[in-house]
Structures are given as structure tokens and as C-alpha cells.
């Protein structure tokens, strides 16, 4: 019966698979004319020559770059929150008011994405701008990470911010039930050591690695294939700057600004295609780290 039941799920598993293969085949064959065109120059220029019946060009590396800039910034900002958030549901919050906290949270991770980028354009930003980083600019400049004139607030940090605002929900959904399911005699036994509640909370933490893990591997794909929240603050700009305060472009914003042109131009939609062959490759090496690190664990 086990094994019938094995070979009945086999068929599900191929489709599943055979999805992936094709999306992989799609961006690959739609990819080719710029590949023979510029070959791998366009992941490693930051050029976008776009000239109806003349000499095209294109580079998105500070495409590439903002997407992984502003998805860092976002797990820095909603690791820690969404840790902190489990933990506090769970062993602070009164019995009455849990599922409350719980329920918005979900509400918030339900939200359609342009509603958060409306609130973080007109919101957010002038936010960030006025009490952030003007003030970290004025006295910090010298820092590399401060060094660019915040004039507008549209930014690698508000995208990042905004980022993790939105990817918090999910991971601290991921976190807070691993952390609620961790057996009560677990919890009794860290106690009848004689550790303070901080020290304990240590412990049982340091329980769940393997779910903080799978949490941050769900926030970073949410978060690096973000779209139009991330277009209205990020402040679409072709530029490569170490500086918190510069505007920049990710790849997503990139493909849902240029996409509705680009086919009046020869090589811009396979660009663009090029562009989230990009995208897929990098979320499938954080993906392939992060079971590697699970893996690790595992057998340990």
C-alpha cells in the first residue's frame, strides 16, 4: 500500500518539477538574442541604451544590485523583528489577546502590495527623509553608508525598510509556530536549570534554527521578487552606489516599468528576460545555501 501510494504521488511531483523546468526553458530561449547580441556584458554593465531603430544596449548589474542591496537591508531589519515578535507572542502576550496579534499580522501579510507602496511613498519616505537621514547626513557623511545627499528620501533604505515591513509577517509566522510547538517539557527543563527567563529564551531559540532558517529563506524570495511596492519608493535610478540614501533600481521594479515599451524596441524584451533569469538564478542559490545550512544541522 506504501508504495502505491508513493507511486500515486509521483505524477503530482513530475508536474511540479516539469513546471519549474519549463519556466527555466521560457526565460533561457527568450534570453538568447541579447546573449548573442552582448553575451554575459549584460549582467556586468550598467548601461540601458534603449533607441527605436538604432544601436541598443543594455546592462542591468545595477538592477542586480539594488535587488540584493535592498533585500539585505530587509532581512537585517525584519530577522530580528520577526524573532523578537514570536518570542513575544508567545511567552509574553496574555492568553485573550494572542490571536489578536496573530490576526493582524496575518491581515498585514495579506495586504495587496500596492497598498504598501502608496503608504510607503507618501508615508514612509518623507518619514525616513526628514528624521532619518537628513540627520545621519548632516553628521555622518564621511561614512560611505551615509555619503549621499538624501534630497528626495526614494532610496535603497526606503525600499529596504518598506521591504521589511512587508516580509515580516511571513517569517515571524513561520518562526512563532516552530517556537509554540516546542514541547513543553523542553521548556520546563531549561527552567528547572536555573536559567533566568532571558537565558532561557536563548535556548529555546536556538531550538528552532532550522525554522529561522526556512523563515529567512521565505522572506528573502519575498522580498527580492517584490515589485511594484518597491518601484514606487526605491526611486528608479540605473545607479550603483554604496550609500543607504541613493536611489537605484531593482530587477523588478526594472521589468514592470520598461515592460510596457519594451516591445517597440528590438533586443528590451529579451533584456528584460535576461533580467529575471537573473532573479530566478539568484533566489535559487540562496535557496540551495539555505538547505545546505538545514542539511548541515540535520545530520549534526
Known amino acids: 500500500m506504501k508504495d502505491r501510494f508513493k507511486i500515486f504521488l509521483l505524477p503530482v511531483s513530475s508536474i511540479v518539477f516539469g513546471i519549474f523546468l519549463l519556466m527555466l526553458t521560457v526565460f533561457l530561449i527568450a534570453s538568447l538574442p541579447i546573449f548573442e547580441k552582448e553575451g554575459l556584458s549584460i549582467y556586468t554593465t550598467n548601461v540601458w541604451k534603449a533607441v527605436e531603430g538604432g544601436e541598443e544596449f543594455y546592462g542591468v548589474l545595477s538592477a542586480i ?11 537585517i531589519i525584519a530577522l530580528p523583528l ?5 518570542v513575544f507572542v508567545i511567552d509574553y502576550v496574555p ?3 494572542k490571536e489578536i496579534l496573530i490576526i493582524l499580522t496575518d491581515i498585514m501579510a495579506g495586504l495587496p502590495t500596492i497598498l504598501y507602496g502608496i503608504w510607503g511613498a507618501f508615508v514612509l519616505v518623507p518619514i525616513l527623509r526628514d528624521y532619518v537621514m537628513k540627520p545621519l547626513y548632516d553628521h555622518l557623511s564621511f561614512v560611505p553608508l551615509f555619503s549621499y545627499p538624501p534630497t528626495t528620501g526614494y532610496s535603497y533604505l526606503s525600499a529596504g525598510v518598506l521591504l521589511a515591513i512587508m516580509v ?3 517569517a515571524s509566522a513561520i518562526i512563532r509556530e516552530a517556537y509554540r510547538m516546542i514541547p513543553r517539557v523542553y521548556r520546563e527543563g531549561v527552567y528547572a536549570l536555573g ?4 537565558e532561557a ?3 529555546l531559540v536556538g ?3 532550522p525554522a529561522i532558517v526556512a523563515g529567512t529563506l521565505l522572506a528573502f524570495g519575498r522580498a527580492v521578487g517584490e515589485t511594484v511596492a518597491v518601484s514606487l519608493v526605491v526611486g528608479n535610478t540605473f545607479n550603483i552606489h554604496p550609500s543607504l540614501f541613493a536611489p537605484g533600481y531593482t530587477i523588478s521594479s526594472l521589468i514592470a516599468n520598461q515592460f510596457g515599451n519594451a516591445f517597440i524596441y528590438r533586443y528590451m524584451p529579451s533584456a528584460l528576460f535576461a533580467s529575471g533569469l ?3 538564478v539568484i533566489g535559487l542559490i540562496v535557496n540551495v545555501l539555505g538547505l545546505m545550512v538545514l542539511r548541515r544541522w540535520r545530520y549534526a
Not at 520577526?82 to 514570536?86: H, L, V
Open 82 to 86: 520577526s524573532i523578537g515578535f514570536a
Open 95 to 97: 492568553a485573550k489577546f
Open 65 to 75: 544590485y539594488g535587488s540584493v542591496y535592498t533585500s539585505v537591508v530587509a532581512l
Open 207 to 209: 531550538y528552532i534554527k
Open 278 to 280: 537573473a532573479l530566478f
Open 195 to 198: 536559567l533566568t527567563r532571558y
Open 201 to 203: 529564551t536563548k535556548v
Open 168 to 170: 515580516t509577517p511571513f
